[in-house]
């Protein structure tokens, strides 16, 4: 069963805007990841947070973590074409740092 | 550095015909890992290695067989291949308890299709 949910399952908008994905989870965990897979390729990691942590930055990415509610939202700032992708959050249920347990995706789209 | 390979990129097997899907990958990764993506059903876990002689069943590890005899290799086969095991499939690595590093590093992936 999936552990992590992602919300909305598309999101268009146009370039420059910023774009936020949300993830819910079920089980509690040690942390959360996120993945970007474009078109027809594999998936690339892009930020971890882990359960102790509430905000996280890498360049145009903030990742936030709600335990209590078990959730976290990805937002990407001023989104370019290239960010046109399927984001996945990832959740390491069951104990394990290591199993991850995908959500389903969220398309996101960036008209230029 | 290739990263994590995958071989071969496209399939075409009849139901009941056999083939193995070879990953490698030479970031002396200890932990592999086989996934299938479905549309609409996100990236399910099939099977897993902890290490170099050692696998695990994942989320749907049925139909499916593993072998991680060299620790850069993780192989994967369908032993009768069955027209619901028509998918992408995904290799992956991550470093493991070397590094406590949760990262995983994923392959190109395999188009199957059985008919």
């Known amino acids: 069963s999936q552990q992590g949910e992602e919300d909305p399952q598309a999101l268009s908008i146009q370039e420059g805007e910023n774009a936020t994905m949300n993830c819910s989870y079920k089980t509690s965990i040690n942390n959360l990841q996120w993945y970007r897979q474009n078109s027809g390729r594999g998936l690339v990691h892009l930020i971890l947070?882990?359960?102790?942590?509430r905000e996280k930055h890498s360049g145009r990415l903030r990742v936030t973590l709600d335990t209590s509610k078990k959730s976290s939202s990805l937002l990407i700032t001023a989104s370019r074409a290239a960010d046109t992708a399927s984001y996945f959050c990832a959740t390491d249920a069951g104990g394990s740092n290591y199993k991850l347990t995908f959500g389903k995706g969220t398309l996101l789209t960036v008209n230029p | 550095n290739a990263g994590v390979t995958q071989t071969p990129k496209f399939r075409v097997l009849k139901t009941g015909q056999s083939m193995t899907l070879l990953c490698a990958q030479d970031?002396?990764?200890?932990?592999m890992y086989w996934y299938r993506q479905d549309p609409g059903m996100g990236l399910r876990l099939i099977h897993y290695?902890?290490?170099?002689?050692?696998?695990a069943k994942g989320e749907v590890p049925d139909g499916y067989n593993v072998s991680r005899l060299k620790k850069q290799n993780f192989l994967l086969g369908l032993e009768s291949a069955a027209p619901s095991q028509t998918s992408v499939y995904f290799c992956?690595?991550?470093?493991?308890?070397?590094?406590?590093?949760?990262?995983?590093?994923f392959g190109p992936g395999t188009r199957l299709t059985v008919t």
């Open positions: 970031m002396n990764h200890e932990y």
């Open positions: 290695s902890v290490g170099e002689g050692t696998t």
């Open positions: 947070i882990r359960s102790n942590e």
């Open positions: 992956a690595s991550s470093y493991g308890t070397s590094r406590l590093s949760y990262e995983q590093y």
